[in-house]
């Protein structure tokens, strides 16, 4: 059957013309991000349990938990957590199969205390943080798709779209790798936390960071230490930034502090989830680690979303896959954008459209290069098994 794969050409100049560009990226232990991979790691650790159990994944989506913040009391030289960071571990998921009960709730709370324990160095698993699980069952009718043994290609579960581009900007490189590199360089100064969050601005050819990055008390001995931190932190990430562009690098650090009046952005554990940030699934980076209101984006959550049939997963990351793949093999393209469109109940490989907006190098026409990226379109939704096998593998990260 004929894919609907429609391949333009889009009148715009890249990314890289433009005269304002703003990205994004939210650290690990983000309050949003700690959302994001609890409910990844839990979707993941239900697929191999599932797997070894009965062969196959059954129905799930663990998309929607939730981080109440704690309260803390930070101090030079260590703080204290006065109230526990709460996590809801919530979502659907298929419980029962051929008469077997299946432990849900034990895996759903050792896959989140594994994850906390890699995420989050210095958070204390018996003393901040309160684990909750409330994993209901799948509806009927939703857990039935995944048992019509005669299609061999899933069918959507919805009516949703997916969206996706390349290349990465220079500024969305140098972005996302700032977040990167500060967890590099946090062997060398303990103080970094996991929270973090940096945001850049391009205004031609200036590129500015602002950085907000939850410092961890004990490392810091007091506010002469903290402000030296700041400093050595801020001028290892211009350097490291400008060795990668010839844009003029700014970056400053946790801009609200108030060195005068001793304000300053400290933590106990390294996240603001204990002092007061919240945290949702779906409310941080797509699932190309960036936030780009420069970019077509969807505001779909991706993480925690079943790998077999939740398009809403699935489109997002192939999208991506598409893009960059398009990018690297086909000659005289700037910029490629994907959007890809289901209809419920319809094989998750004949989606209703896979729509391929091309910007050209100047003097490149479309019909010199449409054919293949028709080509390289056709191809990965024609082996999304393989995309589903590496989302089980954890190979695509969704945040």
Same mark, same amino acid.
């Given at each position: 059957?004929?894919?609907?794969?429609?391949?333009?050409?889009?009148?715009?100049?890249?990314?890289?013309?433009?005269?304002?560009?703003?990205?994004?990226?939210?650290?690990?232990?983000?309050?949003?991000?700690?959302?994001?991979?609890?409910?990844?790691?839990?979707?993941?650790?239900?697929?191999?349990?599932?797997?070894?159990?009965?062969?196959?994944?059954?129905?799930?989506?663990?998309?929607?938990?939730?981080?109440?913040?704690?309260?803390?009391?930070?101090?030079?030289?260590?703080?204290?957590?006065?109230?526990?960071?709460?996590?809801?571990?919530?979502?659907?998921?298929?419980?029962?199969?051929?008469?077997?009960?299946?432990?849900?709730?034990?895996?759903?709370?050792?896959?989140?205390?594994?994850?906390?324990?890699?995420?989050?160095?210095?958070?204390?698993?018996?003393?901040?943080?309160?684990?909750?699980?409330?994993?209901?069952?799948?509806?009927?009718?939703?857990?039935?798709?995944?048992?019509?043994?005669?299609?061999?290609?899933?069918?959507?579960?919805?009516?949703?779209?997916?969206?996706?581009?390349?290349?990465?900007?220079?500024?969305?490189?140098?972005?996302?790798?700032?977040?990167?590199?500060?967890?590099?360089?946090?062997?060398?100064?303990?103080?970094?936390?996991?929270?973090?969050?940096?945001?850049?601005?391009?205004?031609?050819?200036?590129?500015?960071?602002?950085?907000?990055?939850?410092?961890?008390?004990?490392?810091?001995?007091?506010? =002469?230490?903290?402000?030296?931190?700041?400093?050595?932190? /801020?001028?290892?990430?211009?350097? @490291?930034? $400008?060795?990668?562009? !010839? &844009?003029?690098?700014?970056?400053?650090?946790?801009?609200?502090?108030?060195?005068?009046?001793?304000?300053?952005?400290?933590?106990?554990?390294?996240?603001?989830?204990?002092?007061?940030?919240?945290?949702?699934?779906?409310?941080?980076?797509?699932?190309?680690?960036?936030?780009?209101?420069?970019?077509?984006?969807?505001?779909?959550?991706?993480?925690?979303?079943?790998?077999?049939?939740?398009?809403?997963?699935?489109?997002?990351?192939?999208?991506?896959?598409?893009?960059?793949?398009?990018?690297?093999?086909?000659?005289?393209?700037?910029?490629?954008?994907?959007?890809?469109?289901?209809?419920?109940?319809?094989?998750? =490989?004949?989606?209703?459209?896979?729509?391929?907006?091309? /910007?050209?190098?100047?003097?490149? @026409?479309? $019909?010199?290069?449409? !054919? &293949?990226?028709?080509?390289?379109?056709?191809?990965?939704?024609?082996?999304?098994?393989?995309?589903?096998?590496?989302?089980?593998?954890?190979?695509?990260?969704?945040?």
């Amino acid at each position: 059957m004929m894919r609907n794969i429609r391949v333009e050409s889009l009148t715009q100049r890249p990314i890289e013309m433009q005269d304002i560009e703003l990205v994004e990226r939210k650290g690990v232990g983000h309050p949003d991000s700690v959302a994001d991979g609890l409910a990844e790691s839990l979707s993941r650790a239900l697929c191999h349990e599932y797997q070894k159990r009965f062969g196959g994944v059954l129905h799930h989506n663990t998309d929607k938990i939730q981080i109440v913040a704690g309260r803390s009391r930070p101090s030079f030289k260590g703080g204290e957590v006065i109230s526990p960071i709460y996590i809801l571990l919530t979502g659907r998921a298929t419980r029962t199969c051929g008469g077997e009960e299946i432990p849900v709730d034990t895996i759903a709370i050792r896959s989140a205390r594994k994850h906390l324990h890699e995420v989050l160095s210095n958070l204390d698993m018996d003393n901040h943080v309160i684990i909750d699980c409330k994993i209901g069952t799948g509806s009927s009718d939703l857990c039935n798709i995944f048992d019509r043994k005669e299609k061999k290609m899933p069918s959507a579960n919805d009516t949703s779209f997916g969206v996706g581009y390349a290349p990465f900007s220079e500024t969305e490189r140098i972005v996302y790798e700032a977040e990167r590199e500060l967890m590099l360089l946090k062997k060398k100064i303990p103080a970094i936390g996991e929270d973090i969050k940096v945001m850049g601005l391009r205004e031609g050819n200036n590129l500015n960071l602002t950085i907000a990055c939850a410092m961890v008390d004990r490392y810091i001995d007091d506010l =002469d230490h903290y402000a030296q931190t700041k400093e050595d932190i /801020v001028r290892h990430i211009q350097e @490291k930034a $400008s060795t990668s562009t !010839s &844009r003029k690098v700014r970056a400053k650090l946790n801009v609200a502090d108030d060195i005068a009046s001793g304000s300053v952005y400290i933590t106990v554990t390294g996240t603001s989830a204990e002092m007061g940030d919240d945290g949702a699934v779906g409310r941080g980076n797509r699932c190309n680690g960036l936030i780009t209101p420069s970019r077509p984006m969807s505001l779909e959550a991706t993480s925690g979303k079943n790998p077999i049939n939740h398009v809403g997963k699935i489109y997002n990351l192939i999208s991506n896959l598409i893009a960059s793949d398009i990018v690297q093999q086909v000659e005289g393209i700037e910029e490629v954008y994907l959007k890809i469109l289901s209809q419920i109940g319809q094989p998750i =490989d004949q989606p209703h459209v896979a729509g391929v907006q091309l /910007v050209l190098k100047d003097g490149v @026409k479309l $019909s010199q290069v449409q !054919s &293949r990226a028709q080509e390289i379109t056709d191809h990965w939704l024609e082996d999304i098994p393989h995309v589903q096998d590496m989302i089980f593998k954890g190979e695509l990260s969704t945040y």
